[in-house]
């Protein structure tokens, strides 16, 4: 699903434009990056949560040439799913 189907999605359930909904969604997501980059951890209750995880200078290999390179070190950011979700996914009823 991408962002345009989510947003047209949501609009057919509550009383919105598809471009009022898409506005909004475009602003939660924007919401969560600032959040991210501000190095804050968000949480959505029953979904998941999203944060920062930190990866550590290593060294690598050029596949091409087999020659050793450094990974420079880098934030990446990494969602866990919630308990309700999972439930969900694996068609079990949620608590």
């Known amino acids: 699903m991408t962002k345009s189907e989510l947003a047209e999605q949501v609009s057919t359930k509550i009383n919105l434009t598809k471009k009022e909904t898409e ?9 969560i ?4 980059s501000s ?11 999203f944060r920062i995880r930190h990866r550590a200078l290593r060294e690598g290999r050029n596949p091409k040439t087999g020659e050793k390179v450094k990974v420079p070190p ?4 990494f969602f866990r799913a919630g308990k309700e979700l999972k439930e969900m996914v694996n068609n079990k009823k949620s608590s």
């Open 23 to 31: 506005q909004i969604v475009s602003m939660i997501f924007e919401s």
């Open 74 to 77: 880098k934030k990446v950011p």
């Open 33 to 36: 990056i600032d959040a991210l």
């Open 39 to 49: 190095g804050d951890k968000v949480e959505l209750r029953g979904f998941g949560s």
